[in-house]
């Protein structure tokens, strides 16, 4: 067994009196992706935004490639390769997709070949080659959601934290997405971690899937056997199957 | 179909929001009118047009902070006074060399750092944009303050004069006549322009470009954007002190008022109605406005400012992009109707 990318021992956060997260212990392996579930404020992107570094826990410990980050800024751990997609997708609206994409490949590159080549080479993956001289602001939904992930991988991610990546897509889209994600695993060997409340799309996921429910781990294991769970359709399935 | 094909070549040429091809051939132009101006312009142009193309500098210096960085700042008038403060300072000194030169580049420098560390102390503390405008503007009443209270150094209200710097680079070059000067600050106008806007091309620029659209987003690949905005400060106050030392040797006279709020102030006027994503646009609407208010301000004194003000409005309503975004859709309509 390999040692594991990210590991996070009994972290919590704690908004005064509001506990969002509380005792979360996750193991995540290189070359491997994991969905988070679960009901609206069961404290999903609380958990993503401790590990991306946008919040700080109040509690428990992350280790990022054996290194402690828990107190890391997010600068500095986005240099060391966890990368962040929003939830509504940010990206520089008025600068074409080249652009985009030139931003993230210039902090890893600094010869302009080097950065032309990146950028080709992640437009082409992340099926927006076509749509290169086209400004962020006038694509599609989903297109501008694979702009972020691919943004992601042009900055030479490691763990991409995905929070919601098929939000608002058409179906078609939901399944290329999911491709996406498999080929940047099985293909690029990055690790991700995938928020999702669709559950069509986590199902094309096909990964080991975490259900949070009151900002606790409620349980985790393979999508059926979580899927079949009498707890979770409790909580949370319930109403979706 | 035709019309998007159009859009995605023009789109394409386009680098981080400045159209290189067309804005090098417009500023080209642009410089060449201004260097054949002493040919029939009489005295007392060639005289004032140097004061307002260093306005057309100061006002590059805000357009890089606003227009391209998407951080505005009251504080630029500071920053040009405090270069022509240091350069009266230097002209005073008897120096083995040309103390005018000196005089520019410790203008530059002390601009600058103050601007860089301003701004390295406010950025590196999270401090956002609403915020930094507020701080600025503290720095030109301060700096206005101190220019008042500090007279044995200042010259208090009375100001301070400045003797016109020779071009050559010894210690006893003779002073220059006004054509020589107006082709001297021209050629060093049209230099800080061609600098910056290669400057504003390249890496630096486009990570500028990206604060404008999204920091945080910028934040999240790694990027240290306090590092990056400081240092954007610092540029636009390098050309602010080289403008301001130049501007008080071209003057002869600087006073407190060169450092108040009521300069800054105009300073945006100029860079909103010129055109704030265009460097070119920000240069020629301070020379513009300068020109203007002064030929308006000797035939009604009593209204001028109304008239700044109202055209300042109307810019804002109507032409959001100011004279170089005018320009630019009169050029496009005029290629469209080339390809019609």
Redesign the interface.
């Known amino acids: 067994m390999t040692a594991p990318l990210l590991e996070t021992r009994n972290l919590g956060k704690r908004f005064r009196g509001l506990v969002a997260n509380s005792g979360i212990d996750f193991r995540l392996h290189p070359a491997s992706s994991h969905c988070i579930i679960g009901p609206n404020g069961a404290g999903k992107t609380t958990f993503l935004s401790m590990i991306?570094g946008h919040l700080s826990p109040t509690e428990g410990e992350i280790r990022y490639r054996d290194m402690d980050v828990t107190r890391r800024s997010?600068?500095y751990r986005?240099?060391h390769g966890i990368?962040?997609k929003?939830q509504t997708p940010?990206?520089?609206?008025?600068?074409?997709v080249w652009?985009n994409m030139?931003?993230?490949a210039?902090?890893v590159e600094r010869r302009r070949k080097a950065v032309h080549e990146r950028v080709q080479r992640v437009l082409e993956r992340v099926r927006l080659w076509e749509h290169r001289?086209?400004?962020a602001d006038h694509l599609s939904h989903g297109q501008r959601q694979w702009l972020e992930v691919g943004?992601l991988v042009a900055?030479n991610a490691q763990l991409l934290l995905l929070d919601e990546p098929a939000a608002g897509m058409t179906k078609e889209e939901k399944a290329a997405t999911a491709t996406l994600v498999h080929e940047l695993v099985g293909d690029l060997g990055l690790a991700t971690i995938v928020i999702e409340h669709d559950m069509d799309f986590v199902r094309l996921l096909d990964t080991r899937v975490t259900v949070l429910h009151m900002g606790s781990v409620l349980t985790e294991g393979v999508f059926d056997d979580v899927a079949n769970d009498e707890r979770v359709r409790d909580v949370y399935l319930g109403n979706q199957l | 179909m035709n019309s998007t094909v159009e859009s995605t070549r023009a789109r394409s040429r386009r680098r981080f929001g400045i159209d290189t091809v067309t804005e090098t051939g417009v500023a080209a132009l642009f410089f060449a009118l201004l260097a054949v101006v002493p040919l029939f312009a009489d005295d007392y142009m060639i005289y004032i047009l140097p004061q307002y193309m260093l306005y057309g500098v100061l006002a590059m210096s805000l357009a890089l902070l606003w227009g391209f960085t998407g951080i505005v700042s009251f504080g630029q008038a500071a920053l040009f006074a405090i270069g022509g403060y240091v350069m009266g300072l230097c002209m005073g000194l008897t120096l083995p060399i040309n103390p005018g030169y000196v005089g520019i580049v410790a203008g530059a420098a002390f601009s600058g750092a103050l601007a860089g560390i301003i701004g390295y102390f406010l950025f590196s503390a999270g401090v956002r944009s609403t915020h930094f405008v507020l701080i600025t503007l503290a720095l030109a009443i301060i700096t206005q303050q101190i220019a008042v209270s500090q007279s044995w150094l200042t010259g208090g209200w009375n100001g301070m004069f400045v003797a016109r710097m020779s071009v050559s680079p010894g210690a006893q070059g003779s002073i220059p006549g006004d054509t020589v000067f107006y082709m001297f600050i021209l050629v060093f106008s049209a230099g800080c322009y061609f600098v910056v806007r290669h400057i504003l091309c390249g890496r630096f620029g486009k990570i500028l470009a990206g604060i404008r659209e999204n920091e945080d987003r910028l934040t999240a690949f790694g990027y240290r954007i306090d590092v990056y905005k400081s240092a954007a400060f610092a540029l636009s106050g390098v050309i602010a002190g080289l403008a301001g030392s130049l501007y008080a040797t071209t003057s002869g006279f600087v006073t407190p008022s060169l450092a108040g709020v009521l300069f800054s102030t105009q300073v945006l006027v100029w860079v909103a109605i010129g055109g704030r994503h265009s460097l070119l646009g920000a240069f020629a609407g301070a020379m513009l406005v300068a020109s203007l208010s002064s030929y308006v301000s000797a035939i009604i004194p009593d209204y001028w400012q109304l008239i700044v003000g109202v055209l300042f409005i109307l810019v804002i309503i109507y032409f959001k992009k100011g004279l170089a975004g005018l320009v630019e859709s009169v050029g496009r309509w005029l290629q469209r109707r080339k390809a019609a």
Not at chain 1, 90 to 96: A, G, K, N, R
């Open positions: 991306s997010v600068v986005a240099r990368a962040r929003f940010s990206v520089f609206p008025e600068l074409t652009q030139e931003l993230p210039m902090r001289q086209v400004a943004m900055m």
